[in-house]
């Protein structure tokens, strides 16, 4: 296990020593002999010995540190001058200043201007090539930061669907926005689980503060550690989402139970909201031991469960809507002119890639200028939405064997059938099945108890009662 642990702390090193440092040193032989130290390392070095041919190296290549001296050419602060140089047009750039004979006021001004750190000549190898791995950690955790910043400003969620378990869900993440609980969200892929969790941040009192996402791995590495610590700093006074949080390694769950225990990074304290995602086999990994107890419970004191697409068809025409926004930026009215054969097909079809798979298809109507017709038939669909595997294929079946019955059994297995798929089709609610296939909803609850359809949906009773009150 240690010898794996320094496997991969070599890996981690030999990434870091990839970076290409510019060497600015007017004195050839200092700037030669720290070459040889750097190189040996396995860093790519270039060397300047002038403030101007600093200037070009800097122009020519991507580097990632300097390494600069305070004194260069005849003795003037020039060191100074190109620092501030550097300051202004890479300021997340690292520089390690060097000197042999500089004052404490000199050292502490080059800090001030931007410098990572001040080191005296002589000085011994090891010394320097701690810094500068910590000057390199140090810009590329600051560069990590920048754009998780960036990102969480930019995104903007909301729950697209009028259903009653959207409806419901949306009210729960409201409430629960509200407070400061830890909330784990659980769903399968692509139901929409990172917007969920952007929606709840965005209605909350961090909504002012970053909302980072931070992927789960198994891997233990230096570099998934330093991703964890930057994560959570980064994120202070916010949210941070833990993106599958059930693919954690052991040694991670241990590391975030304890920062729930202290509310500590590196002894620094730092305040964030945990929202977690998981899948749904999370609960079972907790059985079998691959996910510790304790950290379940407590990251598991707001728990909300996302929909599968399949169980709230009523939102499929908002859906395609918003997704179709997103492309086009202009026209929302794309499910209008979806016609009926093809709504169907949408609606029979499983979608097992839930919300995102719709986005995909919604993207494919747009690469392929279908959403520029009046009218889109079943028959410029994708093959897949028709493959029966995906579909009811108990009905498909009941229907194809109508053709072997007598015309009056036929037609009653043929209404069992299609009214079961309408009533499925719309998630049992009876009113808008009723308007679907142009019946009154009261001839429609007649024609169920006459086939003796069994709907196991509670809006069953519930409109039947309606219907009572309407006609007493």
């Not at 259903?163 to 629960?176: D, G, H, I, Y």
């Not at 949210?239 to 139970?257: A, K, N, P």
């Not at 004191?301 to 918003?322: A, G, Q, Y």
């Not at 994708?382 to 007598?406: F, I, W």
Request: with cysteine; net charge negative.
């Amino acid at each position: 296990m240690n010898a794996n642990k320094d496997s991969k702390r070599r890996k981690f090193s030999q990434k870091m020593n990839a970076a290409k440092i510019l060497i600015v040193d007017d004195e050839k032989d200092i700037c030669h002999l720290i070459q040889g130290i750097l190189e040996d390392e396995g860093y790519e070095t270039l060397c300047a010995h002038s403030s101007k041919e600093a200037k070009e190296k800097l122009s020519e290549h991507k580097c990632d540190l300097v390494i600069l001296d305070v004194w260069l050419q005849t003795g003037s602060s020039d060191g100074l001058e190109l620092l501030d140089k550097i300051m202004d047009e890479t300021p997340n750039m690292p520089v390690v200043m060097i000197s042999g004979h500089s004052t404490i006021e000199i050292a502490v001004s080059a800090i001030k201007n931007g410098a990572y750190d001040f080191l005296e000549k002589p000085f011994k190898t090891d010394r320097l090539l701690v810094m500068l791995k910590r000057a390199l950690e140090f810009s590329r955790l600051k560069s990590e930061n920048l754009n998780l910043r960036q990102t969480s400003k930019t995104q903007h969620a909301n729950i697209t669907g009028k259903s009653n378990v959207v409806t419901a869900l949306k009210q729960e993440a409201l409430r629960t926005a509200a407070s400061n609980s830890r909330i784990l969200i659980v769903g399968e892929q692509g139901t929409g689980k990172k917007n969920l969790a952007r929606f709840i941040h965005q209605n909350s009192s961090r909504k002012d503060k970053p909302c980072v996402i931070v992927p789960c791995t198994e891997a233990n590495d230096e570099e998934t550690l330093s991703r964890f610590d930057n994560s959570l700093i980064s994120a202070s006074g916010g949210t941070v989402v833990f993106d599958e949080i059930g693919r954690l390694s052991s040694y991670m769950q241990d590391r975030l139970s304890q920062y729930l225990k202290t509310g500590q990074v590196n002894d620094e304290q730092v305040d964030v909201r945990i929202v977690s995602l998981a899948s749904p086999d999370l609960e079972t990994k907790v059985k079998e031991g691959r996910f510790k107890t304790d950290l379940y419970y407590r990251l598991n004191v707001v728990p909300l469960k996302l929909p599968r697409l399949r169980e709230r068809m009523e939102d499929i025409e908002m859906l395609v809507d918003s997704f179709h926004s997103e492309f086009s930026k202009t026209d929302k009215n794309l499910s209008s002119r979806l016609g009926s054969s093809a709504m169907i097909r949408i609606r029979g079809y499983d979608w097992p890639g839930n919300n995102r798979q719709l986005k995909n298809f919604v993207e494919w109507l747009n690469i392929t200028g279908l959403v520029n017709q009046e009218k889109i038939s079943a028959d410029e669909l994708p093959d897949y939405l028709s493959e029966k595997e995906q579909g009811a294929s108990e009905n498909d079946g009941l229907l194809a064997n109508c053709v072997d019955l007598p015309l009056r059994e036929a037609r009653e297995n043929f209404e069992i059938a299609y009214l079961q798929a309408q009533i499925m089709r719309f998630g049992g609610n009876i009113s808008k099945t009723a308007d679907f296939i142009g019946m009154e909803r009261s001839a429609l609850h007649r024609k169920i108890r006459s086939l003796n359809i069994n709907t196991n949906k509670p809006e069953e009773e519930h409109d039947t009662k309606e219907e009572v009150v309407k006609a007493g």
